[in-house]
């Protein structure tokens, strides 16, 4: 835990920027008496330990003081003080890790004689901190614009305090319950009630023998159940790994064409963005509204060709908070629509992970907004913590995990994410082995009274064709898709939207021209709308 005048920072910096505090009281003068002032941060919490400087109207000393368990603290002038009216400061300081700048100096001006008066801070008195030598990494994370602590029950989350350096006894309370204290010399690791919370967290502390405390923020702990989506337009952020390694795990960039594929897929008046990341944040496309046009399509798409590169490390963390950012912050947003982020990464992340995903499982909507959590590259190059970590990020935001060996898989599981947000439900689904120059067939009989079916074929390399004939014989191709029928196709992908499709046997038809191994393995595909 940190003292009002805060130890060295032991937490990565969240930085968020500060105004300084200050108020001014003009009391009526009186004879030679004490001058009482209080010291408070944010929202009035008392601050015990704190030096307070008493100056005269020429800015002469004329005495100091310490504030006692209630943040006052009562300054006797000498028989002999310089001139009032007087003006009281103190100098506030906290970790670097819980604000930037970390200390102000705020002055309250104009106090006569047997005044009292406030001296108030906006420094935060509470923000996140490291894991303690010894101790597992934390599973929740402290959310610094809010100043909350956003958990699953039962989540750990290791903070920063700020209390006297002599304070004992100090602990975190949720409600009134004891959920943490220290486990060393500057931070206290909390744990989310077992039975979910959201509330208020308050700081306790004895201070020269007295009780203390304040309120420091709050804490939002609850479990996440997967819910139907929300019908109507929807949002999707596609975060993408783009570090150095994908390189070698995604050499000829399929995760452009899966990109083109949620661009396709998306429906008029759903928005798509795409954020990239490797040890820093690369913006690609700015959350965008799908118009159905065909220029709107090629901007979106052209902007993620170009952008989606190969250089640096991995930092889960930039890319889950750019995608909470862009779902939640971009103008125009409107939170009451069905969201999610679909997040690739072929690596380990690197250092301690502070759980970003936490923030789009706890938003302020009260819904959580799914992760599809997508891990390329072959399954023996990932540590079972890292697969943990990734199967976590999916779950506790409702969302859904994949494991992609190769990145022929990418268009198919990005097609899944997709019908996952959309509300599409499968209702047919089929692996293939194809062969150089040979024709797979797949026969499915459809029903009466369907709005809508997509009929899709991926595969992951080489050069198909996917052809669709109808229960009366008509042949749907690329170059004559037919009346009505909406065909879009990429590298690795194809398909064929129907309204209102007939009902009876469908065939689709799928023939490799061109391949450069001897097999290759897809997957045929039909889908409605739940």
């Not at 599809?372 to 199967?391: H, I, N, T, Y």
């Not at 779950?395 to 994410?417: H, M, N, Q, V, W």
């Not at 992908?493 to 021209?513: D, E, L, S, T």
Request: hydrophobic content about 35%; charged content about 15%.
């Amino acid at each position: 835990m940190n003292a009002v005048r805060t130890r060295p920072a032991v937490a990565r910096r969240l930085g968020i920027v500060l105004a300084t505090g200050a108020a001014g009281v003009t009391l009526a003068a009186t004879a030679q008496a004490a001058i009482t002032v209080n010291v408070q941060g944010p929202g009035g919490a008392p601050l015990a330990g704190q030096s307070v400087t008493l100056r005269g109207a020429d800015g002469t000393y004329a005495t100091s003081g310490t504030t006692d368990a209630a943040g006052n603290v009562v300054l006797t002038l000498s028989t002999r003080p310089p001139a009032g009216p007087y003006t009281a400061s103190t100098r506030l300081s906290v970790s670097s890790s819980c604000a930037e700048p970390s200390s102000q100096e705020p002055a309250l001006a104009g106090i006569a004689d047997g005044g009292t008066g406030t001296l108030v801070s906006t420094l935060p008195l509470l923000c996140s901190g490291y894991a303690p030598s010894g101790q597992p990494d934390a599973t929740g994370i402290f959310d610094v614009p809010t100043q909350s602590v956003l958990a699953v029950p039962g989540g750990t989350v290791d903070l920063n305090v700020t209390v006297p350096y002599s304070a004992t006894g100090v602990t975190v309370l949720a409600g009134g319950t004891p959920i943490g204290g220290p486990v060393d010399s500057s931070t206290v690791r909390v744990a989310a009630p077992a039975a979910g919370y959201t509330g208020p967290l308050t700081v306790a502390f004895t201070y020269n023998g007295a009780a203390a405390s304040y309120n420091a923020g709050t804490m939002t702990a609850r479990a996440i159940v997967p819910t139907p989506s929300i019908p109507g337009p929807i949002d999707i952020e596609a975060v993408v790994d783009v570090s150095g390694s994908m390189s070698g795990n995604d050499p000829k960039f399929i995760r452009k064409d899966a990109i083109s594929l949620l661009v396709d897929l998306m429906r008029k008046g759903d928005k798509l963005g795409v954020t990239g990341f490797d040890d820093s944040s690369k913006p690609i496309v700015p959350l965008t509204e799908i118009t159905g046009t065909t220029n709107n399509a090629n901007i979106i798409k052209g902007a993620a060709r170009r952008g989606i590169v190969n250089d640096g490390g991995t930092d889960y963390d930039i890319g889950l908070t750019d995608g909470y950012t862009a779902l939640s912050s971009t103008p125009g947003v409107d939170p009451n629509r069905q969201k999610a982020v679909v997040f690739l990464t072929d690596g380990a992340h690197s250092g301690t992970y502070y759980n970003s995903h936490l923030r789009l499982a706890l938003n302020a909507t009260g819904r959580s907004w799914p992760v599809c959590a997508v891990q390329l590259g072959d399954p023996k190059s990932f540590k079972p913590e890292d697969v943990a970590r990734l199967k976590r990020i999916a779950t506790e935001t409702g969302g859904k995990y994949f494991a992609a060996p190769t990145a022929g898989r990418l268009t198919d599981i990005y097609a899944s994410c997709f019908n996952l947000v959309a509300a599409q439900r499968t209702v047919f689904s089929k692996t293939i082995v194809f062969r150089p120059r040979v024709t797979k067939q797949v026969i499915k009989k459809v029903p009466r009274k369907l709005k809508q079916a997509t009929f899709m074929a991926n595969w992951g390399n080489g050069i198909y064709t996917v052809t669709l004939i109808d229960p009366k014989g008509k042949r749907h191709t690329a170059k004559k898709p037919g009346k009505g029928v909406n065909y879009r196709h990429g590298a690795t992908f194809a398909f064929y939207r129907i309204n209102k499709p007939a009902a009876g046997k469908w065939r689709i038809m799928v023939q490799n021209k061109r391949m450069t191994g001897p097999k290759d393995t897809g997957k045929v595909t039909i889908t409605t709308p739940k």
